[in-house]
């Protein structure tokens, strides 16, 4: 199955142009190409829903338990991505985990910088709660910004008094904008999805002057204690790598259950390309299983 490995997608990714070369429009554009890409099943209904006055996709796929509720942040720099980018990404974690997805178009940047984006997710998990969805039937997952916004999100909704949700999942998420660990270095060359010139640039739209420690978008350096659970998968080929491995050691010093899985050969976000990828699909199956053991013991 050699054309559905990670070397075919590595050899698809090695024609693109670098992302730093093309505009923030264009690049909006190409990512929404998925919709065509990667459709998803006629079993999964698609709606546009404002959820706390946020424009969102509800996603249900045949048989999901509508008491139960998937928010998925998607990733992009905070600058790129919208919910028809990552559709069949939340969709199949939705239906392998039996629950309705809710995808944010949480504000981009820069046209809206932190902590717009945190504000949004914030409002779209409240407006859920406010909806009569109990938080232990909620898990919130996201990539790679989306990973770091998931994080985040917990930690506003923490510090506003709301209750945890039953997990978080994080896919190669970004945690630390400074990029102080060494796989910014050891994993420069061997990551074709992020270079330190996209974090760089990504950053500048998003956090302008302000702190780049800011807990609330390097959230490596928050308070981390009272998270629910979470899991947190990586790629080992990932400029990233050291994200997700120092925050899931700082959250295990705060007392958070953190589950860290680092996939061999995979690169950044692997899982987007699920349908053409089978530790993509793999990958998913396991998030699905995660959210099963966790949502239905609250049941």
Same mark, same amino acid.
């Given at each position: 199955?050699?054309?559905?490995?990670?070397?075919?997608?590595?050899?698809?990714?090695?024609?693109?142009?670098?992302?730093?070369?093309?505009?923030?429009?264009?690049?909006?554009?190409?990512?929404?190409?998925? %919709?065509?890409?990667?459709?998803?099943?006629?079993?999964t209904?698609?709606?546009?829903?404002?959820?706390?006055?946020?424009?969102?996709?509800?996603?249900?796929?045949?048989?999901?338990?509508?008491?139960?509720?998937?928010?998925?942040?998607?990733?992009?720099?905070?600058?790129?991505?919208?919910?028809?980018?990552?559709?069949?990404?939340?969709?199949e974690?939705?239906?392998l985990?039996?629950?309705?997805?809710?995808?944010?178009?949480?504000?981009?940047?820069?046209?809206?910088?932190?902590?717009?984006? %945190?504000?949004?997710?914030?409002?779209?998990?409240?407006?859920?709660?406010?909806?009569?969805?109990?938080?232990?039937?909620?898990?919130?997952?996201?990539?790679?910004?989306?990973?770091?916004?998931?994080?985040?999100?917990?930690l506003?909704?923490?510090?506003?008094?709301?209750?945890?949700?039953?997990?978080?999942?994080?896919?190669?998420?970004?945690?630390d904008?400074?990029?102080?660990?060494?796989?910014?270095?050891?994993?420069?060359?061997?990551?074709?999805?992020?270079?330190?010139?996209?974090?760089?640039?990504?950053?500048?739209?998003?956090?302008?002057?302000?702190?780049?420690?800011?807990?609330?978008a390097?959230?490596?350096?928050?308070?981390?204690?009272?998270?629910?659970?979470?899991?947190?998968? %990586?790629?080992?080929?990932?400029?990233?790598?050291?994200?997700?491995?120092?925050?899931?050691?700082?959250?295990?010093?705060?007392?958070?259950?953190?589950?860290?899985?680092?996939?061999?050969?995979?690169?950044?976000?692997?899982?987007?390309?699920?349908?053409?990828?089978?530790?993509?699909?793999?990958?998913?199956?396991?998030?699905?299983?995660?959210?099963?053991?966790?949502?239905?013991?609250?049941?």
């Open positions: 199955m050699a054309e559905r490995g990670i070397e075919a997608i590595r050899a698809k990714l090695a024609t693109l142009p670098p992302s730093t070369d093309v505009s923030v429009e264009a690049l909006r554009t190409q990512y929404d190409k998925a %919709v065509r890409v990667f459709p998803v099943g006629p079993d209904r698609v709606e546009d829903v404002a959820i706390g006055g946020v424009a969102c996709e509800r996603l249900t796929p045949a048989g999901a338990a509508t008491g139960d509720c998937l928010i998925y942040l998607h990733g992009g720099g905070y600058a790129i991505g919208s919910p028809r980018s990552h559709r069949h990404v939340a969709a974690i939705a239906r985990a039996g629950t309705v997805a809710v995808v944010p178009d949480y504000r981009l940047c820069p046209e809206h910088r932190h902590p717009a984006a %945190v504000e949004d997710a914030l409002a779209v998990y409240r407006g859920l709660l406010d909806g009569g969805i109990a938080a232990n039937r909620i898990v919130i997952a996201g990539d790679s910004a989306g990973g770091g916004l998931t994080i985040a999100c917990a506003a909704a923490r510090d506003a008094g709301l209750p945890m949700p039953a997990a978080l999942v994080c896919l190669s998420p970004w945690t904008m400074e990029g102080s660990g060494e796989s910014h270095v050891t994993r420069a060359a061997r990551d074709p999805m992020v270079r330190a010139a996209d974090l760089a640039r990504w950053r500048s739209a998003y956090m302008g002057d302000a702190d780049p420690r800011a807990p609330l390097s959230p490596i350096h928050a308070d981390l204690r009272g998270l629910p659970p979470m899991l947190i998968q %990586v790629g080992d080929e990932e400029v990233l790598l050291d994200d997700a491995r120092l925050f899931a050691e700082r959250a295990r010093a705060a007392g958070v259950e953190a589950k860290l899985e680092v996939w061999d050969r995979m690169i950044h976000v692997w899982h987007w390309y699920w349908p053409m990828l089978d530790e993509g699909a793999q990958a998913i199956a396991t998030i699905a299983a995660f959210m099963r053991g966790l949502i239905g013991a609250a049941r």
